[in-house]
């Protein structure tokens, strides 16, 4: 069964400063977060795309990280700035803002 048309999470996980692995909090991982769920709210779509906040998801150099499902598809790097774009082409228009795949996990780079 599928309950939501998208769904999103955006890590907001916070480390101690200094932290050998960083993390997407201290990278603006929350203002990420809210600007996704108002521009989703914003576009009358919340009951079908689903934004909620993320633990770490394990790709902390690359952050803030955010997933998108159903499609799997992984983003970092991501800024407020990116946001209306996500919004937009992906989450609304069904296509993958390509400049801002991840192309590497963590443990690959
Ligand atoms: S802290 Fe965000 S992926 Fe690990």
New binding site residues.
Partial sequence: MQVFKRHVFV?I?RRPARHR?G??ETKG?SDVHRELKNAVARAGLQFEIRINKAG?????SQ?P?MVVYPEGVWYVQVGVDDVDEIVNRHLIGGEVVKRLLMTKTDREL
């Avoid at 770490?56 to 902390?60: T, V």
């Fill in positions: 890590c996980n692995r993390d997407c991982g770490c998801l394990d790709q902390c952050g990280v």
